[in-house]
């Protein structure tokens, strides 16, 4: 064993217990909080949405550690930006109580003076009920230096440059898993926001964009390129608040629900998921919980959510499939222990088994087709709509009665009624013996084959086809099919008499 001076572990204790100093202290709580360019980004766009920001354009320089992150939130005015980087301030929470009732995504009052601590940090901002915008720069400790008056748009621009300048081995992480990270961060946060408009741009070129839009649905298709909105489905309900009952947790004995009160929001949560039949993946890397704005892992141990949104859908997916789905709580706070992690990316849920057991019901639901309120002719006609807008655009026209073989009592030709056209590929067909699933492929070729037969005729030719090197397999499959064949014979040189030759030829009339 060895000490940090390098002696052995027993002369270490002759130093005894001692406190660290100043530096060491700030550059372990920063490095907690900001580790990498993603967790730039993260803090920053938090900070941008408790502002209530409806866009926000984001600037990265991977190469020289460099991010900016302007928004149109409410801005900041003078006395606030000279308090901004000051070590644990903040305008979210003002008490310990608060840790328990927290609604914004930050609270800690952390990012801003680990970020001055770790990075060059300059803040520009202006608040809309102000005509005059403020721009400071700030020291290692947080503290303003020579704050002057600018023109800008109500709203906030945060820069930092040289990230890691003083901790060297924090820029070991290559720029293209940098890129990845920032990516993932942005997407989760468009997820939880949708109705914000977001800008990047990687070394002052473009990068991607994401459209505003009412829910998580009108997000997903664009995180998942590959995944179009008529692939998913969606579901927004809302769900009572659980109580203990008697004393006892919810976890472990009976759960009751707290009626909301009055002026109180209620809890709401929101699914969205890919079906099954046409939305998967190869991997489990598409299953994503989101608690109160912020997509987080919910569990002491590991994310229990997580594992009850695959239990849902066992038995939906075809096999070595994983789902595709985001479902995201929007409950009381005092529902919610967000102080686990530096990130906020775990958290403690109360109550875990009620809210596993109301995402479970919740992905039954979005799986299930509501036919419970709606008549027989109502749906004969949706289908029949469905099905004329399928073949307009499929490549295959389909009648509206088919023919199936049915092999068994001889070879007599049954009606099919077609029911739907499914991915513009396959034909559901309504049998006597239940329901059949066929491909237009294959039944365009049989019907195609069907009309050959009821058109097959021979034919003369003029001139006769003569065909050589025939086998006699072949020979007796041409007078299978009718085909008259008349072997010719030639007479070979030196011969007075016709002979066969070795390898004879036939005529076709």
């Not at 060895?2 to 005894?16: D, I, K, R």
Request: with cysteine; net charge neutral.
């Amino acid at each position: 064993m060895f000490s940090v001076a390098g002696l052995p572990g027993e002369l270490s204790f002759m130093f005894g217990i001692q406190p660290l100093p100043i530096d060491a202290i700030d550059r372990i709580a920063a490095g907690e909080v900001i580790d990498s360019l993603a967790a730039v980004v993260r803090e920053l766009i938090d900070n941008a949405l408790d502002a209530g920001a409806r866009r926000i354009a984001i600037s990265l320089w991977p190469q020289q550690w460099r991010v900016r992150v302007a928004d149109n939130g409410s801005g900041m005015s003078l006395s606030d930006l000279q308090q901004a980087a000051a070590p644990h301030t903040t305008s979210k929470i003002r008490c310990s109580q608060d840790l328990d009732q927290v609604t914004s995504l930050g609270f800690r009052g952390e990012a801003l003076h680990s970020l001055a601590q770790l990075a060059t940090l300059e803040i520009c901002s202006r608040r809309a009920q102000t005509r005059e915008g403020w721009r400071v720069a700030y020291s290692a400790q947080g503290q303003p230096v020579e704050p002057e008056t600018i023109a800008i748009a109500p709203g906030t621009i945060v820069t930092v440059s040289e990230l890691f300048k003083t901790w060297p081995s924090r820029r070991q992480v290559p720029t293209a898993a940098q890129q990845r990270l920032v990516q993932a961060v942005i997407q989760q946060s468009a997820l939880c926001h949708p109705s914000v408009a977001w800008q990047v741009q990687q070394n002052d070129r473009p990068w991607f964009a994401i459209a505003p839009g009412s829910c998580a649905r009108d997000i997903l298709p664009q995180v998942l390129p590959s995944v179009r909105p008529s692939d998913l489905q969606g579901l927004k309900i809302q769900v009572p608040n659980p109580i203990a009952a008697g004393g006892i947790s919810a976890d472990a004995g009976t759960t009751l629900l707290a009626q909301p009160s009055q002026g109180e929001v209620p809890n709401q949560l929101e699914v969205v998921l890919g079906l099954p039949d046409r939305c998967h993946r190869h991997r489990p890397d598409w299953v994503r919980v989101a608690v109160n704005g912020r997509q987080v892992q919910v569990g002491p141990r590991s994310p229990e959510l997580e594992h009850t949104i695959f239990e849902a859908f066992r038995q939906t997916l075809p096999r070595n499939r994983h789902p595709v789905c985001f479902v995201h709580l929007q409950i009381s706070p005092e529902q919610v222990d967000w102080n686990r992690h530096p990130a906020k990316t775990e958290v403690y849920l109360r109550h875990l088994n009620y809210w596993r057991e109301q995402v479970a019901q919740a992905i039954g639901r979005s799986l299930q087709l509501d036919l419970c309120h709606s008549s027989e002719a109502s749906q004969t006609q949706r289908v029949t709509k469905l099905l004329k807008a399928a073949e307009a655009k499929g490549f295959y026209n389909l009648n509206r009665s088919l023919e199936a073989s049915v092999y068994g009592n001889g070879s007599s030709l049954t009606p099919l009624g077609a029911v739907a056209l499914i991915h513009q590929s396959y034909i559901l067909g309504e049998h006597p013996t239940g329901l059949w699933l066929f491909g237009q492929p294959s039944a365009h070729v049989r019907v195609l084959y069907e009309q050959l037969c009821r058109n097959w005729q021979l034919v003369d030719l003029e001139p006769p086809v003569v065909l050589s090197h025939l086998s006699p397999a072949q020979l007796e499959q041409l007078q299978h099919l009718g085909i008259p064949v008349d072997p010719l014979w030639s007479r070979p040189l030196g011969c007075s008499q016709g002979t066969p030759t070795t390898s004879p030829k036939i005529r076709l009339p």
